[in-house]
Every structure is written in C-alpha cells, then in structure tokens.
C-alpha cells in the first residue's frame, strides 16, 4: 500500500513537472507575442500622429521647445517624440 502510494507520489510530480514547462512556454510564447503587438501598436501611433500633424504643425511645436526643424517629417515627430512633446511608446 506505502508503494503503491509512493510511485503514484512520483507520476504525479512528473506529470506537474511537464504542466510547469508547458506553462512557462506558452508563458515566454504570450511575452513575446505581447512584445511583437506593442511595437505593431508604436508604429500605428507613429503613423497616426505623422498624418494628423501638418509640417508647419510640427515646426511650430520644434521651434516652441528649441528643437531643430529641418530634415523629413518623420524626422521631426522623432525629436518630438524623443523630448516628450509626442508620448508613444517604444518596446
């Protein structure tokens, strides 16, 4: 009775073992997957403020913050959103 106890104890803990491993991958899988759909969101925000802004829009905001003008529109929401006018998160 003691060992048929004992190596029920036994399968058991291998079997919670796998369910452990099974649960951290699916763990790092759902990480990963989250990392992936937070850039995917950082690059819509991106390129929703670079279409909601006008140029001049965007220089006027540069000028105001002592931040310099020139170079493409991206460029420029880029140092906006490097001194904090423009809050989009990057991961």
Not at 21 to 37: F, H, S, V
Not at 49 to 67: C, G, V, Y
């Amino acid at each position: 009775m003691v060992m048929r106890v004992l190596l029920t104890d036994d399968i058991n803990n291998g079997q919670t073992d796998r369910q452990i491993g099974l649960l951290q991958a699916k763990i790092t899988e759902l990480e990963e997957e989250n990392r992936t759909l937070r850039q995917r969101l950082a690059v819509r925000e991106r390129k929703s403020l670079l279409a909601r802004h006008t140029m001049e829009e965007l220089r006027a905001l540069a000028r105001k913050e002592s931040i310099p003008v020139s170079g493409t529109k991206e460029q420029l929401l880029s140092r906006l959103v490097d001194k904090g006018i423009f809050n989009i998160d990057f991961y």
